[in-house]
């Protein structure tokens, strides 16, 4: 016996046909949207000014709470070579403390009171 299988997305905004499944994240949820291609470019456009603003996260598949993220190569230069000058103590390589990092930013921002040791 043979059995044949078909699947077929419907735009879970319109209703119609679906191209695609959008797959994304928001406050730790997990979310699926199958869309067609004109619902999943409004998608895309909609948020890509916070993607482009954010950092992007790999999250451990073993234990989904724990997150690892990467600064940008240049933002690791800048900040090192900033939290040098402001007398903190780092290494040349490595991970950079969240205390130092968030000291930096609020440097940048013009909140000296922040940007304490």
């Not at 000058?85 to 009171?113: K, Q, V, W």
């Amino acid at each position: 016996m043979a059995r044949r299988s078909i699947e077929v997305l419907d735009d879970d905004l319109d209703g119609g046909p679906a191209d695609e499944t959008v797959r994304f994240a928001l406050d730790g949820t997990h979310y699926e949207i199958d869309l067609n291609t004109i619902n999943a470019a409004k998608l895309r456009a909609a948020v890509g000014p916070f993607v482009r603003a954010a950092t992007c996260v790999q999250w451990n598949t073993r234990t989904p709470a724990v997150r690892t993220a990467r600064r940008p190569d240049r933002e690791c230069v800048e900040i090192r070579a900033w939290a040098r000058a402001a007398g903190f103590e780092l290494r040349d390589r490595g991970r950079i403390s969240n205390r130092i990092a968030a000291a930096y930013h609020a440097a940048m921002t013009g909140d000296p009171a922040r940007a304490q040791r």
